[in-house]
């Protein structure tokens, strides 16, 4: 399927499963490496990065510990604008080694302030696993992101976890939007 709608909105074909897995085989035999000898802690960010996640951690070898965090945006009726909550992040983080695995990285709000949350808490070391990155779209630098499967453009894309308005999460490819 090169072409496909969703909501009444067109996409066409970007990222097919097969470079996906390929680049996600690369990032594992890196992770193999920067963490031999260590057991860190993979924590998800739901819900996009499910099949990222799933995928990543069958090409890990290290011994790790797995879980997984919710963000929540609401909008604020305060001038500070939106508030963000936390669901379900491990408490016992001290003195660990952390890596977080996100879906995306656009503007980079979320990431920052999922840090500032692990961050609190003293782990040992804290990276960031994302499989896309939109450079053009961050608005501060987030040192932490190490890891990155893809830089795209700052354009809309769907599958492979990422949804538009609830649905597309089950899509194999990664589409963008034309
Ligand atoms: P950020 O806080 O702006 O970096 O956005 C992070 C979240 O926005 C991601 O975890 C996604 O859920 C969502 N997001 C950002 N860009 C896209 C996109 O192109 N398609 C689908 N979801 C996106």
New binding site residues.
Partial sequence: MNKINIHQKEFEIFLENETICKRTRLMGIQLNVDYEGQCPIFIG?LN?SFLFMADLLKEVEVDCEVGFIRVASYQGTASSGEIKETFGLPENLGGKDVIIV??????????QYILEKVNAQNPASINVCSLLF?PA?LLSPIKELTYVGFEIPN????GYG???DGLGRNLKDIYRAI
């Fill in positions: 960010v996009g996100e879906d995306i990285v656009d503007t980079g709000l979320t990431l939109k779209a354009e809309f894309v769907v990422l949804d538009y």
